[in-house]
């Protein structure tokens, strides 16, 4: 059965850092792209960000460019996703997905909350 | 980037109804478009892809039709576990877009 299980996630202030994982089971992880997608209520669900099967490559939605960094570890079959300089507007849920432009399985969602 | 309209955000049906959700591109994306479902406190699960094509699992009496900017998801007769937000998504260009969703409520 393929499963992607999350952790991480968590309080932090404005500026402020923090990583979430992602780790996937049931698959060749080292076959698929991964992505973080993150969720509100007012925007709804937004793409952040994607890595290819290697991590040689990674592309990032604008609004996050600069402050995240999307890496994998194959061996620990593993997607990360490390946030600097943190917005209040970056509070959401965020989800790892597997795929190349379409997202056929998720995480289970991991909130992050930007607030002083 | 291309803009994702799904409409109506919410409706209410009963058990056995026949329910259509539309969703339009602001640019024509062929037949790259993408279903989903979400259950409360749930990740979405993977519906429909290529617009009409019925991912492994998923029940026949959901449908997608549609090419170029509009799209539709039908669910032929709704089921208790059908109640939930569907979102669509454009697969034709980074960076992958989303509407904002429709609710279907009891």
């Known amino acids: 059965e393929v499963q992607l299980v999350q952790s991480g996630g968590g309080f932090v202030q404005p500026g402020g850092s923090l990583r979430v994982s992602c780790v996937g089971s049931?698959?060749?992880?080292?076959?698929?792209?991964m992505h973080w997608v993150r969720q509100t209520p007012g925007e709804g669900l937004v793409w952040v960000a994607r890595?290819?099967?290697?991590?040689?490559?990674?592309t990032y939605a604008d609004s996050v460019k600069g402050r995240f960094t999307i890496s994998r570890d194959n061996v620990k079959n593993t997607v990360y996703l490390q946030m600097n300089s943190l917005r209040p507007e970056d509070t959401a849920f965020y989800y790892c997905?597997?795929?190349?432009?379409?997202?056929?399985?998720w995480g289970q969602g991991a909130l992050v909350t930007v607030s002083s | 980037d291309i803009q994702m309209t799904q409409s109506p955000s919410s409706l209410s049906a009963s058990v056995g109804d026949r329910v259509t959700i539309t969703c339009r591109a602001s640019?024509?994306?062929?037949?790259?478009l993408i279903w989903y479902q979400q259950r409360p406190g749930k990740g979405p699960r993977f519906l429909i892809y290529?617009?009409?094509s019925l991912y492994s699992g998923v029940p026949s009496r959901f449908s997608g039709g549609g090419s170029g900017t509009d799209f539709t998801l039908t669910i032929s007769s709704l089921q208790p576990e059908d109640f939930a937000t569907y979102y669509c998504?454009?697969?034709?260009?980074?960076?992958?877009?989303f509407g904002q969703g429709t609710r279907v409520d009891i």
């Open positions: 997905a597997r795929g190349v432009s379409m997202f056929d399985y």
């Open positions: 049931g698959f060749t992880f080292s076959s698929y792209w």
């Open positions: 890595v290819n099967s290697d991590g040689s490559d990674a």
């Open positions: 640019q024509s994306i062929s037949n790259h």
């Open positions: 290529d617009a009409s």
């Open positions: 998504q454009q697969s034709y260009t980074t960076p992958e877009t």
